[in-house]
């Protein structure tokens, strides 16, 4: 059974830090794109990050570039979300998504077929 699982979310006061973690399993093929989306309420879901396992390569957007950092711990079948300085407007759930390929284009949701239930991150003023 495939299994995408979030964790690390919380409530955290504004400039302080979060490590989110995302744990993937039950695959039959070795997933080569895991990103990290996020969804505020109102809006609509938008990536965040997403490293390319093959080769490690980490993309962000531009709203976090620089206080945000991706990782992979291969002998753990995880990926990791550093964020620091957080801001309240990086308030939202936030979503784990596997995908056998990486695509350039990688901020499109369509490239991930299993995502994760979510992990609420709060950041207060």
């Known amino acids: 059974e495939v299994q995408v699982v979030e964790s690390g979310g919380g409530l955290v006061q504004a400039g302080g830090s979060l490590n989110l973690s995302c744990t993937a399993s039950?695959?039959?093929?070795?997933?080569?794109?895991i990103g990290w989306f996020r969804q505020a309420p109102g809006k609509e879901r938008e990536a965040v990050s997403c490293?390319?396992?093959?080769?490690?390569?980490?993309y962000y957007a531009d709203s976090v570039k620089g206080r945000f950092a991706i990782s992979s711990d291969s002998a753990k079948n995880a990926v990791h979300l550093q964020m620091n300085s957080l801001k309240p407007e990086d308030t939202a759930v936030y979503y784990c998504?596997?995908?056998?390929?990486?695509?350039?284009?990688?901020?499109?949701?369509?490239?991930?077929?299993?995502w994760g239930q979510g992990t609420q991150v709060t950041v207060s003023s």
């Open positions: 998504a596997v995908g056998q390929y990486f695509f350039t284009s990688w901020s499109n949701v369509r490239w991930y077929a299993y």
């Open positions: 039950g695959f039959t093929f070795r997933a080569n794109a």
């Open positions: 490293i390319r396992r093959n080769d490690g390569s980490a």
